[in-house]
């Protein structure tokens, strides 16, 4: 790969509608550092197995955390193939036809493979991934303990490959169907986040943390 | 399975904090009833596929749908395995603890297999998807012609073995946290959807459809 762009390879190639298809790292890991959640697929024996988890990303890196009891992070350690998918939905685009009717997305598929981590470089990815679900938080809470480390697993994705795919705009219809009586249009959609919600077991009258706070009020 | 209730088995087993797992129907079907994006997984020669792709439900069936073109309908109408996943997110569970943190979630872990629809049951299955997605669009639109019913694939998913995972609740802390200064609770989140577009190309001036009034309305 270049340092700004993954190489077309027959695995990232975007081969349906290949206009929506996108390989510079400028845009695919924008749509990463926009989400928290992402998808992640792997095989044993033919079988696919597929999770949602939280991710974090620095530079060429991704890092995703579990128990160290997980199947997923334990099946994942020996570095065999693995696919992640960030989705993020903005909106239901409503043609005139039912075919051509679609969404508004903006999606990343990463191809790669994980190595566990150990030491500093473990606790550096768990304040990847914590900084990229609520920026900020990591500093306001207790860090993780030595027993509460053993506990978790931490897996680096290297990036062997990638892909974005992108949809915008309008309906597109066929020229004839423009006559139809149908209203058409866009139906945005975005995760927004609601009125924080105290924990009933606080025991301190503290105000919202600045982590939450510029969350709800930066996305909402 | 049951009428009810799926099977337990090593496949769908929630072995992590299985207390957050459920294998009953109504909760499971229930999950995949409020969203319309999964994400499918399946391989081929040991090398992981994953996508974003619109569902629908009907009964114990799912429907997925796409270009007769599309590598992942031609991969799994072979009846291979595959693996779908419909994930909401709640919200962030913000303990006092990094190790504590979580996220309030629903998702639902499917296992089974594809066969491709044709005739009646093709039209019908895509009439699904397109409830799911927006319910009443479908009478609102131009239905799909044959040429363009031969270039869409349908696919039904027969559920060889399903269960769902669920968080809900305030964070769960070690005892000796809660003495912390710490703002503690949860940030709900939840997909919402914005003021319809209307598509700048449209030739007569219609009110917005009920299809894109209701799910605006209900929703936001």
């Given at each position: 790969?270049?340092?700004n762009e993954f190489e077309k390879s027959p695995l990232n190639t975007v081969k349906r509608l290949?206009?929506?298809g996108y390989y510079d790292k400028e845009t695919i890991f924008g749509i990463l550092d926009e989400h928290f959640i992402c998808h992640l697929g792997w095989e044993v024996d033919g079988q696919p197995f597929?999770?949602?988890t939280a991710y974090g990303?620095?530079?060429d890196t991704l890092y995703v955390h579990g128990s160290s009891k997980s199947r997923m992070l334990s099946a994942l350690t020996d570095g065999r193939p693995l696919c992640m998918v960030v989705t993020i939905v903005d909106g239901l685009v409503l043609a005139r036809s039912a075919f051509h009717h679609s969404m508004n997305y903006r999606s990343a598929i990463i191809y790669g493979h994980a190595h566990e981590l150990e030491g500093e470089e473990k606790m550096e990815a768990l304040?990847?991934?914590?900084e990229q679900i609520l920026a900020?938080?990591?500093d306001e809470v207790r860090l993780p303990s030595e027993i509460e480390l053993k506990a978790t697993t931490v897996l680096a994705i290297d990036i062997d490959s990638a892909s974005a795919k992108i949809r915008t705009g309008p309906p597109s219809d066929d020229d004839a169907d423009y006559d139809l009586p149908v209203w058409a249009g866009v139906?945005?959609?975005h995760l927004a986040f609601d009125q924080p919600i105290v924990d009933p077991a606080m025991k301190h009258n503290l105000p919202i943390s600045l982590s939450v706070k510029s969350r709800f009020k930066s996305e909402d």
């Open positions: 790969m270049s340092d290949p206009k929506r597929l999770i949602p990303r620095k530079g304040r990847i991934v914590s900020g938080r990591w139906l945005p959609a």
